[in-house]
């Protein structure tokens, strides 16, 4: 049986996660890296694999079946997936949650004319969590809902402080307020505002001559990512950042708290601890990647969420397997 051929658009962290996660899929294979930069410049460290500039993209459309988008949501997605969509089945980790509904009309104009599948916003967050919420609120239908993220280092809000101009290098943490946590475990059903629920801690390395204040206003007020919570900006040296900022931990959980039967007090919880976020989310974009293949091979064109995909589209294994072995 051929191998489904991946073509991976960026290499940062979660593009580099990417090829780590297909070399684990025996049913796929890497067949390009597309890239902005010089691509003499990336080092794939594998033979098989070629770099080429993102321009020269679709003249690929006979040599690979899925393009998995490794982009920023700030600015590179909302480019990138519609652009793709027209030549490719696309993978993409938008995470701009507000901005879901409106990506997701934009992508599916397009993929639905080129009859390609373009599944949306995979990942852990929304992704994964996003089922578990579903899960939750059909279960228990009386009841309230609570994410929280963190302890853990963003990927999408440390982007988001990179393009503002100023800013060298930076990264962001999400943390969860603990008597925020504590009130929902405990079954209270509390009304949180996102306040409530997290705060942002920022370590920020500036250009030379930049002034601290514009900055750090300029990140407290950042629609989508930062205004809406209590946010502290550190600013340090590069060599601070480098050494004691240089992992990317993150996790995560989602709590449905409710009542079932006689007014019986129940509560499910779905929870994430990861080493590495990036090769975390990498390994949930390759899964969506065989989903998204097989969907085009029956005609189901267009955007896609995760709330449309079955779980079994995601296995490499037939049904029959999967009934016989986990069901």
């Known amino acids: 049986m051929s191998k489904i051929r991946i073509g991976i658009v960026g290499y940062g962290n979660l593009g580099r996660g990417v090829q780590l996660a297909v070399k684990q899929n025996p049913d796929m294979e890497l067949v390009g890296v597309f890239t902005r930069r010089d691509p003499s410049t990336i080092q794939v460290n594998d033979a098989a694999v070629g770099v ?179 946010t502290t900006v550190h600013f340090i040296s590069e060599e601070e950042l480098e050494t004691n900022h240089s992992g990317m931990p993150h996790g995560g959980f989602v709590i449905r708290s409710g009542v079932s039967g006689a007014n019986d007090q129940q509560l499910m919880e779905f929870s994430l601890k990861l080493e590495s976020n990036p090769n975390f989310t990498s390994s949930v974009l390759v899964a969506y990647a065989r989903a998204a293949y097989r969907l085009g091979l029956s005609g189901q064109f267009g955007a896609k969420t995760v709330y449309d995909i079955p779980f079994g589209l995601l296995s490499p294994k037939t049904a029959e397997q999967l009934r016989a072995e986990l069901l």
């Open 52 to 230: 080429y500039l993102v321009e020269d993209i679709k003249d690929f459309q006979d040599k690979i079946d899925v393009m998995i988008l490794c982009g920023g949501s700030a600015t590179d997605l909302p480019e990138q997936t519609p652009q793709i969509a027209q030549w490719f089945h696309t993978i993409d980790s938008f995470d701009t949650h507000a901005l879901i509904p409106e990506f997701f009309n934009k992508v599916d104009e397009v993929a639905k004319v080129s009859e390609k599948v373009s599944v949306i916003s995979v990942g852990w967050d929304p992704g994964l969590f996003s089922l578990n919420r579903l899960l939750g609120e059909v279960v228990l239908p009386q009841g309230n809902t609570y994410t929280f993220w963190g302890d853990g280092l963003s990927q999408g809000h440390s982007d988001a402080l990179r393009r503002i101009e100023g800013i060298k290098n930076a990264v962001q943490y999400t943390l969860p307020v603990k008597d925020a946590v504590e009130r929902v475990r405990s079954g209270k059903l509390p009304s949180l505002s996102t306040r409530e629920k997290h705060t942002r801690e920022c370590f920020v390395v500036l250009e030379e001559g930049v002034e601290q204040a514009g900055i750090e206003e300029q990140i407290k007020t950042m629609p989508n990512y930062f205004a809406d919570y209590d």
